[in-house]
C-alpha cells in the first residue's frame, strides 16, 4: 500500500535514493542507452526551442561562478584586494606570477571558463582578484598596488579635492566610476 501523507513519501523517498545510489545510477544509465536518439532530439528541440531560458541559465551559473572565485581571491570580501574596490563587474583574476598567458594556453581556458576551471581545481593558490584600474598598474609598475583607504566621495557639484601628484585614487561619482590619476590635475604638494 502506498504512502498517503506527503512528508513520510518524501521521507521515505530521501532514504532510499541514500541507499539505493548505485542502483539508481545503474537505472538511469541503462534507461539513456535503450533511449539515447530520442533523448537527444528532445534535448536539442527543447535547446532550440527555449534558447533565452538556456542563454539565462548560463548566465547566471556563470555569475555565481565568477562570485565564489572573486570572494575566494578576495580574502573573503567580494572586493579587489588592491583599492577595495566592489563593482563585480570590474573585478577580475589576476596570476600572481604574471603566467596568466602562459596557464590560459596551457589548460585551454578561455573567457569566463578560469571561473570554473579554478573551482574545479580547488581554488589553487597564485590568484588573486583585482579590479581592471589595479590590473592596469601592476602592469605598468610590476607590483600589486596598495589603495585601501584612498577613496573620496564627489557628487556632481562638487569640485576634484588637491590629491598629491603620485598618488591614485578612487573618485566615486554618484553616477560614474572613474580611476583618476593625480598628474592629469598637475596638482604639487
Not at 572586493?79 to 563587474?89: E, L
Not at 582578484?129 to 556632481?156: A, D, H, W
Request: with cysteine; net charge positive; glycine share 4%.
Amino acid at each position: 500500500m502506498p504512502i498517503q501523507d506527503k512528508e513520510a513519501r518524501k521521507s521515505y523517498n530521501r532514504r532510499y535514493e541514500l541507499t539505493h545510489k548505485d542502483a539508481i545510477k545503474k537505472r538511469k544509465h541503462l534507461y539513456y542507452l535503450a533511449n539515447r536518439e530520442r533523448l537527444l532530439q528532445v534535448s536539442s528541440d527543447y535547446k532550440k526551442t527555449h534558447r533565452e531560458i538556456q542563454r539565462e541559465s548560463y548566465l547566471r551559473w556563470t555569475r555565481k561562478y565568477k562570485d565564489d572565485v572573486l570572494k575566494h581571491y578576495g580574502n573573503g570580501e567580494l572586493a579587489c584586494v588592491g583599492c577595495g574596490y566592489s563593482n563585480v563587474d570590474c573585478l577580475t583574476i589576476d596570476h600572481l606570477n604574471n603566467d596568466g598567458y602562459e596557464h590560459r594556453r596551457a589548460e585551454g581556458i578561455t573567457g569566463d571558463k578560469i571561473y570554473r576551471w579554478l573551482r574545479k581545481n580547488n581554488y589553487p593558490k597564485g590568484f588573486q582578484t583585482l579590479c581592471m584600474n589595479c590590473q592596469f598598474i601592476k602592469r605598468k609598475t610590476k607590483q600589486t598596488p596598495n589603495l585601501k583607504g584612498r577613496y573620496v566621495l564627489l557628487s556632481e557639484d562638487q569640485s576634484l579635492p588637491e590629491i598629491p601628484r603620485k598618488d591614485i585614487v578612487h573618485i566615486i561619482m554618484e553616477r560614474d566610476i572613474v580611476l583618476l590619476q593625480a598628474n592629469f590635475k598637475r596638482i604639487e604638494k
